[in-house]
């Protein structure tokens, strides 16, 4: 196979991912087959081996110490600026298993007027995960609420998860995607990065991928490019969900009236109640946090994440 002309920075950000690196690691190779690529990694100040692991396992690599845990936007922000010269961005967690061939589909999508590329995703059991993502609305959040994700996620104007099958099976344009294993486009990341920082965890690849539409720079769901995703426990996290959760009313604040982010932030609130009187913790943890206004607005740091 010739090798593409393209050259791709391959960026991770780790935070005590040892037990993940060697097969993640294992598997660039066959992911970037046929294409020209360096490693680098940021650091989050990890506990464990993961520093050790990578310079042992991965030694051609560009590692960066961030010497704390910057968040995941701050990681991705700093292995761009040191990696070598590229002419797209490959952003990837360290629970992914790129397939055979994915990084040279995910190229052929960077056609003009894209400005990221997402691949079809397999969770463990290899599974479809339903990736491709809508723009927040007040319509869909009450959508979601009312009718559950999986059937508002049907209907365009209903759903932000889209969950029609038959959308997975061709290459299509969607608003945003999952954002474990992200091709940017070097123009996109010149016009529309670095990725928002005061997110540290949640929303920054949702951020940024409609910054790029405002630009006029989709995102492009590929097929033919496939990737395993480990996912990671933030359904399973009180901390970790409750994230999730203030930092989606944070993004629609920021493009939103004030009147629509309220009836968002109602949309919210009654879903995770409702889950709540089930029995969840995550919801329970997630609705406290919503009604407080010093949680609505406090920064968003790793102090504010109750694992």
Known sequence: MALSAETVAVVVVTYNSEDLLADFLTSLDDGLKGVRWHLTVADNASVDNTVTALRRLAPAATLIEMGRNAGYAAGINAAVRAARPHSAILVLNPDVRLMPGCVAELLGGLRPGTGLVAPQLLDRQSKLIESQRREPTVLRAWGDTLLGARRAGRYRVLGEVVTDRQCYCRETVTDWAEGSTLLISAECWQRCGPWDESFFLYSEETDFALRA???????????????????????????????????????????????????????????????????????????????????????????????
């Open 213 to 307: 539409r405002d630009a006029d720079l989709v995102t492009r769901y590929v097929p033919t490019a496939h990737a395993v995703h480990l996912e990671g426990g933030s359904a399973q996290s009180p901390g970790l969900w409750t994230l999730v959760m203030l930092n989606r009313i944070r993004l629609f604040q920021r493009r939103n009236g004030r009147i629509r982010t309220v009836a968002y932030w109602a949309a919210l609130v009654s879903r995770e109640a409702s889950r709540a009187m089930l029995g969840k913790a995550t919801s329970r943890a997630a609705v406290k946090a919503l009604i407080s206004p010093r949680r609505l607005h406090e920064p968003r740091g790793p102090h504010s994440v109750r694992v």
